[in-house]
């Protein structure tokens, strides 16, 4: 063997070497590379397994998620009914002028707050100069009357005249002392006073029956207006009208002082109230009665027409678990509470029971002290089905 085989051989030798090295060095490396993805895979399935909803105390704030505490509740159980806001017509005026006339001044407008006895507007009525020019007359009557009774007495004590002048003369100042006040009575009675004063003889100030709203006007200056004309309409919107249609069913339960929460559709202003009125008839189309709850309505945040919501109350209780009504979710037909844990939030099924407009009762899976979602609760389950689908693919 010459020196040119040798080297073809010892360069074969290296290469298969070489070659050997390389196969056993790659076999050694793949276990090494994969085992970490393994245990990645585990990881991922122990982190999807452990039912936990990440989120950290900065994203909870970002999110809008309110964290409450579970515990004992006092729950009024109710029945809901449609209702409209109405004026008190207990306190609701239509104000007359009671005579006749034309329209002299007009000093209050349609919304203006007006107090007891503001003058509204004024008329020049015929009929009330005539009563005050009758009681005028009446009283120079009483006053001739008074004189003559006076010299009847003097006459009388000295003996000039007899005693039954005396008497005649003073039942003629009775008589005349009556017609005066059934006059005085009559412009009492068409609110023009006893008096022939405010502002002339012939004028009638149409003054407001009590503290109050005007809510409908109808006088102009100059226009004539009769005794029954309804110039004014005018409120006390302190108090205010709920009225509630109750079907037929329900009546039983519907009764006068029952406690009931009413709720504007408009926004979420509540207010307490109490029945104050059951109809006892039922309409024979709509199979329903009508009541009335009276609301206190200081502001006038409850305007008549204001579409509402009645609580009629049927019931109070105490339970020693409950939570926000926000706070309960569906789950695949599960419901549950998402309850606060260090990592985030856990779906927690549980079993409810009674239940208000606020805070329904949990029968099992919270304790008293535990912690939830009670606002944002949707965020969490929206999360909670992203999670859910990148598990699947």
Known sequence: ?????????????????????????????????????????????????????????????????TVATAGPKHLDTFIRMPGQIALNEDRTAHVTPRAAGSVRDVSADLGQQVRKDQVLASIASADIAGQRGALTAAQKRVDYARRI???????????????????????????????????????????????????????????????????????????????????FTLTDLSTVWADVVVPARDLDIVR????????????????????????????????????????????????????????????????????????????????VVYKRVKEGFIAQPVSTGRADARFIEITAGLSPGDTYAAGGSFTIKAEQGKGEASHEH
């Open 149 to 231: 009774v006076a010299t009847e007495r003097t006459l009388w004590e000295e003996k000039i005249t007899a005693r039954q002048d005396l008497l005649k003369a003073e039942q003629e100042l009775t008589e005349a002392e009556v017609a005066r006040d059934t006059v005085r009575q009559q412009l009492q009675a068409l609110g023009a006073g006893g008096g022939s004063g405010d502002g002339g003889a012939n004028l009638l100030a149409i003054r407001a029956p009590f503290d109050g709203i005007i809510v409908e006007k109808h006088i102009t200056l100059g226009e004539v207006v009769g005794a029954d004309t309804r110039v």
């Open 1 to 65: 063997m010459n020196k040119q085989q040798t080297r073809i051989i010892v360069i074969m030798l290296a290469i298969a070497l070489a070659l050997a090295a390389f196969v056993l060095l790659r076999d050694r490396a793949q276990p090494a590379t994969e085992e970490p993805a393994e245990h990645a895979e585990e990881k991922e399935a122990a982190h999807a397994d452990d039912g936990v909803i990440h989120f950290t105390p900065n994203q909870i704030t970002v999110a809008g998620i």
């Open 256 to 335: 006068v002082g029952t406690t009931a929460v009413i709720r504007s559709i408009a926004s979420s202003t509540t207010a307490p109230g109490k029945v104050s009125f059951v109809s006892s008839l039922v309409g024979e189309a709509s199979r329903s009665a009508k009541a009335r709850v009276v609301l206190a309505n200081p502001g006038a945040a409850w305007r008549p027409g204001l579409a509402v919501n009645v609580d009629i109350v049927t019931g109070s209780s105490d339970v020693p678990v409950a939570v926000a009504r926000e706070a309960i979710q569906t789950v695949d037909t599960l419901q």
